[in-house]
């Protein structure tokens, strides 16, 4: 167990560009999630894939943002025409389905400044 | 929508200590998951302690215990004999135990989390 993999762990760009992250989860979790978190604040949920499947999609998940896992193991999170309220550090989760509840294992994060 | 609050911003005890951060809730459902998560200066999330909402009895986690009160929406966090370990961001979090007809919702609501200082 290698844990949640994130990558790159800081990105800096500038107002309008595209910006791609990537998410390896835990090997044999099918469950992989994506949330947003801002200085002071809770993580924030954006969306959630059970294997290849996006099941779940946050209103805050604007038309610039889209997520993709394709093979039903890593998964990427792109976000086009960056703005400066895009600035947060995005964390990947994942977890095993089963019975009863499963926790959560999150990744270190991507810390993302939008200039 | 559920919510839930963290009423303090910021709290501090003196090592070898006890202290206890607060947690909130507000739902209409019966059926649902609370945890505890951590998360140090290195920034990576940290389950400490979950209770299930159906279980009458405070989860413990060797120095982390719960008092959950269902009746009163609340469920707050005991830390015994505080670690200069345990100094980070400490975040109580609500699942819903239903899922939706997509067979989904296992999202969390996070507080905005209280910040645990530890003094030598």
């Known amino acids: 167990d290698t844990g949640v993999s994130q990558d790159p762990r800081h990105k800096i760009t500038k107002r309008g560009q595209n910006v791609t992250f990537r998410c390896d989860p835990i090997?044999?979790?099918?469950?992989l999630y994506w949330y947003r978190q801002t200085l002071g604040q809770g993580p924030e949920f954006l969306t959630y894939?059970?294997?290849?499947?996006?099941?779940?999609k946050s209103r805050l998940l604007s038309d610039r943002f889209s997520a993709e896992r394709p093979k039903g193991s890593f998964s990427t999170l792109e976000i086009q025409r960056t703005e400066q309220g895009d600035s947060a550090m995005y964390l990947c989760?994942?977890?095993?389905?089963?019975?009863?509840?499963?926790?959560?294992?999150f990744g270190n994060g991507t810390r993302l400044t939008v200039t | 929508a559920q919510t839930v609050t963290q009423s303090q911003p910021e709290m501090s005890v003196q090592e070898a200590e006890t202290v206890t951060l607060s947690c909130t809730y507000d739902?209409?459902?019966?059926?649902?998951?609370l945890f505890w998560y951590k998360q140090p200066p290195s920034r990576q999330m940290i389950l400490v302690i979950r209770?299930?909402?159906?279980?009458?009895q405070n989860a413990t986690e060797n120095r982390f215990s719960v008092n959950f009160q269902k009746a009163a929406k609340s469920f707050s966090l005991k830390i015994s004999d505080s670690q200069l370990g345990d100094a980070a961001m400490y975040f109580c979090?609500?699942?819903?135990?239903?899922?939706?007809?997509?067979?989904?919702?296992?999202?969390?609501?996070f507080g905005k989390g209280t910040l645990l200082t530890v003094n030598p």
């Open positions: 989760a994942s977890s095993l389905s089963r019975t009863g509840v499963s926790p959560l294992h």
């Open positions: 894939f059970q294997n290849e499947a996006q099941l779940e």
């Open positions: 979090a609500y699942r819903s135990a239903f899922q939706n007809s997509g067979g989904s919702n296992y999202k969390l609501t």
């Open positions: 739902t209409s459902e019966s059926d649902y998951y």
């Open positions: 090997s044999e979790h099918n469950r």
């Open positions: 209770q299930e909402a159906y279980k009458q």
